[in-house]
């Protein structure tokens, strides 16, 4: 099947990213930075490559003068391969049945080349737009953007506002984000020989009695209805040494998503108070807060209004919506960026074997990409 340019183009581009292996933790986004640098130069933009870390660069491409400015971001870093490719190998892009396989064809090397094309589109119809463009291939999403986003922010990156391809499905886009607290519960108990309960503590049962009580009584009534409720995960329990005693110790981990109208002081003080009350002479806890993040939404702003009005000038359905789970959207909100997420694929195969993303929804959100940023700095 004969394929147009920009078709060629998207597929070039991402198997030549699919093919550098950038897998966190190490990441190795040194190795396609040079290949990045020079796309971007092909476009007679300004690069930057800034790394925190000798192997984990972010290259951050700029064109144009205007005061208005909008940053495009996605990443380079993948998961681990993981077991059960069938189609190819992780490293090796295959083109089977208009799609692009391999780890990172949508998260996030797929996109990027969505993000590259959609920019040099723009440039060419528009080579004295009103504004400023920064195209940013970033480092350390799939961990904790301690070498990528955070990094960035912190050297006093800045931008009006951002669109991170990096989330969200092709039909819609986030502009909110839950906020994520993750807990660690270690319970202390007394071991004994398990025929013998009188005089034993059990670590472990004392452990789900609390985490039951939790998953219960852990709710709020009030917070903004565009997000769902609370939710709890208990993600890890250890405890206990062998069938005939009593454990002394175990621990749990919880993962704890709450929406926006509650802050993580309140859910934090809220388990404390939980715990206090489940605590006496025979259960003992002491709790450890490993990661938290506030809530956000990016409010009225002329990035959605100009996406929505994107979509709707190529008769592609979109829906606004809030989302359980971070991305660094919120980094670059919080930052003073408001940013919104979408992502050229109407399957996300993300983190799976055999991952892969559509030819054909590569080109629609070329289109997308191309009238929101129209729209965007026409917008007065």
């Known amino acids: 099947m004969k394929r147009s340019l920009l078709q060629q183009g ?13 897998v966190t933790p190490f990441g190795n986004e040194t190795t396609c930075a040079p290949y990045i640098s020079k796309l971007l130069k092909e476009l007679n933009m300004k690069v930057k490559v800034l790394a925190k870390k000798k192997n ?30 069938k189609i190819t190998d992780p490293l090796k892009p295959a083109i089977k049945n208009g799609r692009i396989y391999g780890r990172g064809a949508v998260d996030d090397k797929g996109p990027f ?41 912190q050297k006093g990156f800045k931008a009006d506002a951002g669109l991170m391809i990096d989330g969200g499905y092709l039909n819609s886009f986030d502009y909110g984000e839950k906020g994520c ?7 202390f108990g007394k071991q004994e020989h ?32 565009r ?27 919880m993962d704890i998503r709450f929406p926006l109208g509650i802050s993580s002081k309140e859910v934090i003080g809220k388990i404390e108070m939980l715990v206090k009350s489940t605590s006496g002479t ?36 979109m829906k606004a919506i809030t989302i359980g789970g971070n991305s660094v959207a919120k980094e670059f909100t919080q930052a003073g960026i408001p ?20 030819i054909k929804e590569m080109g629609t959100s070329v289109k997308l990409y191309v009238a929101f940023f129209e729209k965007y700095f026409t917008t007065k």
Request: proline share 3%.
């Open 282 to 317: 025979n259960k003992k806890f002491k709790i450890s807060i490993l990661y938290a993040t506030e809530p956000h939404v990016v409010e009225s702003h002329e990035l959605i209004t100009s996406f929505k009005k994107a979509a709707k000038m190529i008769n592609l359905p």
């Open 56 to 85: 984990r660069a972010n290259v951050i491409g700029e064109i144009g003068s205007g005061k208005k400015s909008l940053v495009i971001a996605c990443h380079m870093d993948t998961v681990e391969f993981g077991k059960g490719w």
């Open 113 to 153: 080349a969505v993000a590259y094309c959609a920019v040099k589109k723009f440039i060419q119809k528009h080579p004295a737009f009103d504004g400023k463009i920064y195209l940013v291939a970033m480092a350390d999403e799939e961990d904790d953007n301690i070498y990528g986003a955070k990094f960035l922010l």
């Open 10 to 22: 998207l597929i070039d581009i991402t198997s030549k990213l699919i093919a550098f292996n950038t």
């Open 227 to 253: 997000f769902t409720p609370l939710h709890l995960n208990t993600s890890l329990i250890t405890g206990g040494e062998m069938a005939n005693s009593i454990p002394a110790y175990a621990f749990g981990q």
């Open 181 to 187: 607290i993750q807990i660690k519960i270690e319970s």
């Open 194 to 225: 398990s025929g013998l309960q009188e005089h034993g503590q059990n670590a472990v049962e004392n452990l789900i009695d609390l985490i039951s009580i939790l998953k219960n009584d852990l709710k709020f009534e009030k917070f903004d209805k």
């Open 339 to 358: 940013s919104i997420v979408h992502v050229p694929a109407s399957v996300y195969t993300a983190h799976e074997p055999d991952e892969y993303i559509s």
